[in-house]
Antibody, heavy 123, light 107 residues
Framework: QVQLQESGPGLVKPSQTLSLTCTVS??????????WSWIRQHPGTGLEWIGY???????YYNPSLKSRVTMSIDTSKNQFSLKLSSATAADTAVYYC???????????????WGLGTLVTVSS | DIQMAQSPSSLSASVGDRVTITCRAS??????LNWYQQKPGKAPKLLIY???SLQSGVPSSFSGSGSGTDFTLTISSLQPEDFATYYC?????????FGQGTKLEIK
């Protein structure tokens, strides 16, 4: 059973960089050809896909956040990370990491999710 | 970006009811459509993938259908644990996008 767990500061000051790490257990982050996503949810609203990273380090970021997002992966620790620079109050949200499963037919879906972590951007 | 529009935004129903939630894509997405259930304070949970495939462990009371631009999620007989918010998500093209959600409430 794959499990994911987000970790990082729950409070970030405006203009600083929001940094989160997702630790994967129950499976190798570099096996299976799957992608690893970050998704956020503003308080009381819907879900926004931030981007994903592959075990090779290749990434795709949502164009709406691309200028501020950096994702990285550490296969030796079975972790991947998110950095969001120049944070503002609009970045206050629950951040989820998730596995973007790639099946043999070429379809993708988020089958395992972390519990989520609330990050508040405030001085 | 592909826009995903769900209807209704909220729905009141009773235990035992049959309910249907609709998701419409702004352009054709074939069957690259997933459905998730989210309960308050919890992470979303995958219910249906590729429009109609039931995720392992999900009750057979859930079903999905559709292709192209129009999709539906049906719950054949509502159980108390089904009251939650439901989201559709397209995986046809980046950036992957979600519908705004449908909140299913107890009548």
């Amino acid at each position: 059973q794959v499990q994911l767990q987000e970790s990082g500061p729950g409070l970030v000051k405006p203009s600083q960089t929001l940094s989160l790490t997702c630790t994967v257990s129950g499976g190798s982050i570099s096996s299976g050809g799957h992608y690893w996503s970050w998704i956020r949810q503003h308080p009381g609203t819907g879900l926004e896909w931030i981007g994903y990273i592959y075990y090779s380090g290749s990434t795709y970021y949502n164009p709406s956040l691309k200028s501020r997002v950096t994702m990285s992966i550490d296969t030796s620790k079975n972790q991947f990370s998110l950095k969001l620079s120049s944070a503002t109050a609009a970045d206050t949200a629950v951040y989820y990491c998730a596995r973007y499963y790639h099946d043999t037919s070429g379809y993708y879906y988020h089958d395992y999710w972390g519990l989520g972590t609330l990050v508040t951007v405030s001085s | 970006d592909i826009q995903m529009a769900q209807s209704p935004s909220s729905l009141s129903a009773s235990v035992g009811d049959r309910v249907t939630i609709t998701c419409r894509a702004s352009q054709t997405i074939s069957n690259y459509l997933n459905w998730y259930q989210q309960k308050p304070g919890k992470a979303p949970k995958l219910l249906i993938y590729t429009a109609s495939s039931l995720q392992s462990g999900v009750p057979s009371s859930f079903s999905g259908s559709g292709s192209g631009t129009d999709f539906t999620l049906t719950i054949s007989s509502l159980q108390p644990e089904d009251f939650a918010t439901y989201y559709c998500q397209q995986s046809y093209n980046t950036p992957y996008t979600f519908g705004q959600g449908t909140k299913l409430e107890i009548k």
